[in-house]
């Protein structure tokens, strides 16, 4: 069980990173929300593990703090939600949101991320009520922060867009809605990052 890396990142390849420890380059899947919190390329960083052994992969999900990974390893126990699903969650909305919506049964707001359909969301909100109470979500993420904005950048590069549009795809939302998304908040200067996090903010 590999459960802790320490390491320098490489790369930034959302919903994806590459750490290297010992000359060994790490993939990890991480949350859009714990990707926003990470150091910049070339420092080091820490990341707490899941490690999700397949018939035909072995996958590395990662998080900024113990109890992220702990809330994760709780969205995962539901009937019917795998870890790529689980990815998909606490990308599209903060672990306050989340908590939040289980909680008041928000079952309209569920519903809008990727791969959630009605019965999913009633299946969370039935099996995790209980098991967040007392979680303290404000204490399990750290929002991101919104960047300022900045008018006197050159045009934004397309392939920052591009990028943005597959890290979505990859979390499971269609084609056409992914593209959309993006192309509705993109401003001049904006990164991937956050081209990413707009757009999962106004799909939530």
């Known amino acids: 069980m590999i459960g802790r890396l320490r390491g320098t990142l490489i790369e930034k390849l959302p919903p994806q990173i590459l750490i290297e420890i010992g000359g060994i380059g790490y993939e990890v899947q991480m949350p859009m929300s714990c990707i926003y919190e990470l150091p910049n390329i070339g420092e080091e960083a820490i990341i707490y593990t899941h490690f999700v052994v397949r018939e035909d992969a072995q996958l590395l999900y990662g998080f900024n703090t113990v109890s992220e990974r702990a809330l994760f390893r709780e ?11 689980g990815l998909a969650i606490l990308s599209g909305m903060t672990a306050n949101q989340f908590v939040s919506c289980v909680e ?4 309209s707001t569920l519903i809008k991320l990727p791969g959630v359909g ?9 099996e ?3 098991r967040l109470k007392g979680w303290g979500a ?9 960047a300022a904005p900045i008018d006197s950048v050159p045009a934004l590069a397309q392939n920052a867009q591009d990028e ?9 939302y269609k084609p056409p809605q992914a593209s959309k998304a993006v192309s509705q908040i993109a401003k001049a200067g904006m990164s991937c990052e956050e081209l990413i996090r707009e757009a999962l903010k106004s799909m939530v």
Do not use: C, Q, Y
Not at 118 to 126: D, F, G, I, N, Q
Not at 164 to 172: M, P, R, T, V
């Open 75 to 85: 969205v995962i126990k539901a009937n019917g939600v795998g870890p790529k699903m």
């Open 104 to 107: 008041k049964e928000d079952i």
């Open 118 to 126: 009605k019965k999913t969301a009633e299946r969370l909100v039935v």
């Open 128 to 130: 995790m009520k209980d």
């Open 138 to 146: 404000g204490d399990l993420f750290t929002p991101a922060t919104d």
């Open 164 to 172: 943005a549009i597959s890290a979505l795809l990859a979390l499971g």
